[in-house]
């Protein structure tokens, strides 16, 4: 597998206190000097210029937590992702949050991937089934529905991440199976290899989220399409976030 094991870290709507650039300092310290992986932190969108400028010349990069398809307009609260493509490199699109709090659906989340992509940013498209689902024994097809119809209208996949995120696993300590996260992420190669090619499908970065730890991360990575992870509430803890990026940059840098 030739692509780059990448490790990003979602904030979510954190650190409350707002100290931003003390977090990313932080983090900057454990992982600056580990190598192999592409390393990314999203915070905030409020805070995505300060970070950036914190992270200047380091090898950290930064994300955007969401973004809006279009590119201007009366559109009050939303940020496009032309605008965000000066102040980051990655945007996460499609989060499992975001599709269940604020009704994004499949289509809607094609079309930021789509912008995203248009305005030079690489999107982390976020995928996973609901319990629900997984329990009626239709997670991989359910899955690869979601896939298909989030990339409608993505006809290069040079820049695109893939976030595995099973809901059912996000914020609960109940992590996904290993054998159950890299059967997900096969078959995600798979989709992907219908849509673009097999040798396009390989460079895409498939990652695993939900309650990741550096407790749990290694027989994530030792899966073969597994390249990193989506971490949320471990992100926000520096010595943590630092072990998680240290044990694949071991495993698959
Ligand atoms: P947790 O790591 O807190 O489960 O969150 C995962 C996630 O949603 C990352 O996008």
Same mark, same amino acid.
């Given at each position: 597998?030739s692509?780059?094991?990448?490790v990003? +870290?979602?904030?979510?709507?954190? $650190? #409350? !206190?707002?100290?931003f650039?003390e977090?990313?300092s932080?983090?900057?310290?454990?992982i /600056?000097?580990?190598e192999?992986?592409?390393?990314?932190v999203?915070?905030?969108?409020v805070?995505?210029?300060?970070?950036?400028?914190a992270l200047?010349?380091?090898h950290?990069?930064? +994300?955007?937590?969401d973004g809006? $398809? #279009? !590119?201007?307009?009366a559109i009050t609260?939303?940020?496009a992702?032309?605008?965000l493509? /000066?102040?980051c490199t990655y945007?996460?699109?499609?989060?499992?949050?975001r599709r269940a709090?604020?009704?994004?659906?499949d289509?809607?989340?094609?079309?930021k991937?789509?912008?995203?992509i248009?305005s030079?940013l690489? $999107?982390?498209?976020?995928?996973?089934?609901s319990?629900?689902?997984?329990?009626?024994?239709?997670?991989?097809s359910?899955?690869?529905?979601?896939?298909?119809a989030?990339l409608?209208?993505?006809?290069?996949?040079e820049?695109l991440?893939?976030?595995y995120?099973?809901v059912?696993a996000?914020?609960?300590?109940?992590?996904a199976?290993p054998d159950?996260?890299?059967?997900?992420a096969e078959?995600?190669?798979?989709?992907?290899?219908?849509?673009?090619?097999?040798?396009?499908a390989?460079n895409v970065?498939?990652?695993y989220?939900g309650?990741?730890s550096?407790e749990n991360?290694?027989?994530?990575?030792?899966r073969?399409?597994?390249n990193?992870?989506l971490?949320?509430?471990?992100?926000?803890?520096?010595s943590?976030?630092g072990?998680?990026?240290?044990l694949?940059?071991?495993?698959?840098?």
């Amino acid at each position: 597998m030739s692509v780059k094991p990448l490790v990003a +870290g979602n904030w979510k709507m954190n $650190p #409350e !206190a707002g100290n931003f650039v003390e977090l990313a300092s932080q983090i900057l310290e454990e992982i /600056s000097k580990i190598e192999g992986v592409t390393k990314v932190v999203c915070p905030p969108s409020v805070a995505l210029r300060e970070v950036s400028n914190a992270l200047e010349g380091s090898h950290v990069l930064v +994300g955007a937590q969401d973004g809006h $398809p #279009e !590119a201007s307009g009366a559109i009050t609260g939303e940020v496009a992702m032309g605008m965000l493509s /000066s102040v980051c490199t990655y945007v996460i699109v499609g989060h499992s949050e975001r599709r269940a709090m604020f009704g994004e659906t499949d289509e809607y989340v094609a079309r930021k991937a789509v912008s995203a992509i248009a305005s030079g940013l690489s $999107p982390i498209l976020c995928i996973g089934e609901s319990l629900d689902v997984r329990d009626a024994g239709d997670a991989l097809s359910y899955v690869h529905d979601q896939l298909v119809a989030s990339l409608d209208g993505v006809d290069n996949p040079e820049t695109l991440v893939i976030g595995y995120e099973p809901v059912w696993a996000i914020g609960t300590g109940v992590s996904a199976r290993p054998d159950v996260a890299g059967e997900m992420a096969e078959s995600i190669r798979s989709t992907l290899t219908g849509l673009y090619g097999g040798e396009a499908a390989l460079n895409v970065p498939i990652l695993y989220g939900g309650s990741v730890s550096p407790e749990n991360i290694g027989p994530y990575i030792d899966r073969p399409h597994i390249n990193g992870a989506l971490v949320g509430g471990a992100s926000l803890k520096p010595s943590d976030f630092g072990r998680i990026v240290s044990l694949v940059a071991s495993i698959r840098g």
